[in-house]
């Protein structure tokens, strides 16, 4: 199992910034990708962000641009630079990690993030 606990969701002011942490703790495989998704009410869950413990990085469109996630792979865990933020981003932002041995999948609880006009 793999537990994953995010932090620095909030309230912010269109064009704020915020970041995201998400420090994961228990069976750790090297061999991961990290990443950070997201639902609005009424919406399905779309991926913001991901990066591969080899540190290369996929984004999705609507976040390109703003977003930067990045990782640390001593204290395992994954960061996001929310920039240039928009109402649009409200949601709630869920860590995620994918082990790539065996395709398991985990996510975290979620942090909600507004951002107001």
């Known amino acids: 199992q793999v537990q994953l606990v995010e932090s620095g969701g909030g309230l912010v002011q269109a064009g704020g910034s915020l970041r995201l942490s998400c420090a994961a703790s228990?069976?750790?495989?090297?061999?991961?990708?990290m990443g950070w998704y997201r639902q609005a009410p009424g919406k399905q869950r779309e991926m913001v962000a991901q990066i591969n413990s080899d540190g290369s990085t996929n984004y999705g469109d609507l976040v390109k641009g703003r977003f930067t996630i990045s990782r640390d792979n001593a204290e395992n865990t994954v960061f996001l630079q929310m920039n240039s933020l928009k109402p649009e981003d409200t949601a709630v932002y869920y860590c995620?990690?994918?082990?790539?041995?065996?395709?398991?999948?985990?996510w975290g609880h979620g942090t909600q993030v507004t951002v107001s006009s």
């Open positions: 228990g069976f750790i495989s090297s061999i991961n990708i």
């Open positions: 995620n990690y994918l082990k790539l041995a065996n395709g398991a999948r985990y």
